[in-house]
């Protein structure tokens, strides 16, 4: 069975980098639907009471609703504070949390002199060198300690990534990561743990900004598992899940971190983006599948697969996203998109101008031609003369558009351009737009032979 999940931190609109986090577990559970239920999980990061915010929250589950990237469960770290707190005892009875001291300032000041003397900045773990006594002073001059969690220096880090293959760390080039704050409140690194193992998460699959996290996260999930917390029934592979690290989205010049503001999914779905759009380019955004315009999930979902994936930075371009977008539209049905548009165009009216549309929102714009008012240009007195023709011999019939211009074809000898154009123009305002065959019946007959008229007599 495949359980995977998101765990994002309220702290923020959602946008593409973490769109296409989402989408990549959400395809991975639904892939697993095949062996069985898959579940793809939500985790909502809000152990920093401070920066998160209920209002993300609720944008965070409208956002994957939006996309039809709902989970099979919601879970919020802020309910489950219980099971932090039990697995942090059992690690620090088991020796792997110690307490530490150091104000921010004195870290920092040991930072540099490592720099300085060209040494990685390590923590030294000077509190671990504490004595009993040394460490009731502190507590007595009332400095509550923030924890450490204590890497086994001996215990080689390695994994298999899903993405980036064999991967090694040595424990004694990291520091004992901070999990804990002095106020109790917890950082991400331990509950992330916890709850993968809590849950049964089979895959954590998140970008390669998080490499050195798991790194250090490989040996929490040993350690918990070896302090025997997380449930009986979890079966994760040997003791920690399968980990998968994608490279990063950058823009077409670079970085993206800048202008994440604009691409996030509210950005995206105000300035008219289909949520197809989207998953049609996130799905395969650097893996070696082409990126194509996908209504079909089904079609992104069976062409899902990890080992698709490249190293190299995957670039984000949000051309290439208008294009998809265009390609999508032309292909929705009515029915998916009759709630969004102007009222009177039905399913015929749809039709005629969804190839012309690059975003549902002009639709409005182009169904004008149909209702009116139009704006003709000026005719030459031959196109005049031809276009009172044209309304003698307009004649309503199945086809009213062919049967005009076979007639006209015949009556004048005009074909091509000099027969088409100055009709078009007449009836739409435009030289270009809709397919006509389609347009006409939508324009009626009545209005149809007044525009014509009125076009013939200016
Ligand atoms: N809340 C973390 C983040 O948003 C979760 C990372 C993860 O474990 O997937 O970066």
Redesign the pocket.
């Known amino acids: 069975m495949i359980v995977t999940?998101?765990?994002?931190?309220p702290t923020g609109r959602l946008h593409v980098g973490?769109l296409r986090?989402a989408l990549h577990n959400w395809l991975l559970a639904r892939k697993g639907d095949e062996d069985g239920q898959g579940r793809f999980l939500l985790r909502i990061?809000d152990t920093d009471a401070e920066r998160s915010r209920e209002e993300y929250v609720d944008a965070i589950r409208e956002d994957l609703a939006w996309l039809g990237l709902e989970p099979d469960a919601e879970y919020r770290q802020s309910e489950r504070l219980d099971l932090y707190e039990n697995a942090f005892a059992q690690l620090k009875d088991a020796g792997r949390v110690y307490p530490a001291y150091e104000t921010a300032q004195e870290l920092e000041l040991k930072r540099k002199i490592a720099l300085g003397r060209g040494l990685p900045p390590i923590y030294d773990r000077a509190a671990l060198k504490l004595t009993d006594e040394e460490r009731a002073t502190r507590q007595a001059e009332g400095v509550s300690p923030h924890w450490r969690f204590k890497l086994d220096r001996e215990q080689r880090i390695d994994w298999e990534d899903a993405v980036r293959g064999p991967q090694k760390f040595d424990p004694a080039q990291l520091s004992d990561p901070v999990i804990r704050r002095a106020d109790g409140s917890w950082l991400?690194m331990l509950p992330?743990v916890v709850d993968d193992l809590d849950m049964g998460v089979t895959y954590?699959l998140?970008g390669e900004d998080?490499v050195s996290?798991t790194a250090v996260q490989v040996q929490m999930f040993s350690a918990l598992h070896q302090a025997g917390v997380g449930p009986d029934h979890c079966d994760v592979v040997d003791s920690f899940p399968n980990l998968g690290h994608t490279a990063l989205l950058v823009g077409k010049e670079g970085k993206l971190s800048k202008r994440l503001g604009s691409l996030s999914c509210e950005a995206l779905r105000e300035a008219g983006i289909e949520p197809a759009a989207i998953l049609s380019l996130l799905a395969r955004l650097g893996t070696s599948q082409p990126v194509e315009p996908i209504a079909e999930r089904r079609v992104l979902i069976d062409g899902f697969d990890l080992a698709t994936f490249g190293r190299a930075p995957a670039k984000f371009d949000e051309a290439e996203l208008e294009r998809l977008n265009a390609a999508i539209v032309h292909q929705l049905d009515f029915d998916e998109v009759k709630d969004r548009l102007p009222g009177g165009i039905d399913e015929a009216g749809w039709h005629a101008i969804r190839p012309n549309l690059s975003h549902v929102s002009e639709a409005a714009e182009w169904w004008r031609l149909v209702t009116g008012p139009i704006e003709q240009p000026e005719f030459s007195a031959d196109d005049r003369a031809f276009l009172a023709e044209a309304a003698d011999a307009l004649e309503w019939s199945d086809n009213p558009w062919g049967t005009l211009t076979a007639t006209l074809k015949e009556r004048t000898g005009r074909k091509g351009k000099p027969l088409f154009l100055p009709l078009r123009q007449a009836l739409t305002g435009m030289d270009h737009g809709p397919d006509m065959g389609e347009l006409l019946p939508l324009i009626g007959e009545d209005e149809a032979r007044a525009r014509l008229a009125s076009a013939a007599s200016a």
């Open positions: 999940r998101f765990a994002p931190s973490n986090t990061d991400y992330s954590v998140r998080h996290n």
